[in-house]
C-alpha cells in the first residue's frame, strides 16, 4: 500500500495530540499534516503562501467548530472546486447534531464520524477509518 497524504484541519491542540497519537498507536504509517483553521486549510489546498510547496491529500479530516471559517464552509469550498471536489472528506467533529450532519452530506461530505470521549474508543474510530478509507476503498490520486 502507497502512503498516504492526509490533511487534518483542527483546531483544538488535544485533539490534534490525540488524532496523531491515535495513528502512532496503530502504526498507521501515513503522512499527516494538521492546519488549525479553515482560512489555512484553504491556503494548503490551493497551495499558496507558506503552504505553496505543500503535498496535496488523498483524504481530509476535518473538524466542523473552527476559528475564520468552519469545517462546513471549507466542506463546501472544496466540493465546489473542480480539482479538489474528488478528494474524501470525513467530518471528524464533537457535533452530533442533525442539523450539521445534514448540512454536510448536502455539501457532499463522504462521512461524519463524531469523536467520542475516550482514547479507547478514539482508537476504534481511528482504526475503523484506516480499515475502510486505507486498505478497502481506493483513494484518487492526489491533484
Request: glycine share 4%; proline share 3%.
Amino acid at each position: 500500500m502507497n502512503e498516504i497524504e492526509i490533511l487534518l484541519v483542527e483546531d483544538n491542540e488535544g485533539d490534534i495530540l490525540l488524532t496523531l497519537e491515535a495513528f502512532k498507536e496503530l502504526k498507521i504509517k501515513n503522512n499527516v499534516t494538521v492546519v488549525k483553521d479553515g482560512a489555512e486549510a484553504i491556503d494548503f489546498l490551493k497551495k499558496q503562501g507558506d503552504y505553496a510547496e505543500g503535498c496535496s491529500p488523498n483524504l481530509i479530516l476535518l473538524d466542523i467548530n473552527m476559528p475564520r471559517l468552519n469545517g462546513i464552509e471549507v466542506l463546501d469550498f472544496i466540493k465546489q472546486d473542480e480539482k479538489l471536489k474528488k478528494i474524501p472528506v470525513i467530518m471528524l467533529t464533537t457535533s452530533s447534531s442533525e442539523k450539521d450532519i445534514s448540512e454536510c452530506y448536502e455539501k457532499s461530505a463522504n462521512c461524519f464520524i463524531t469523536k467520542p470521549l475516550d482514547f479507547g474508543s478514539f482508537l476504534n474510530v481511528v482504526q475503523g477509518i484506516e480499515s475502510f478509507w486505507f486498505a478497502i476503498a481506493q483513494l484518487p490520486k492526489a491533484v
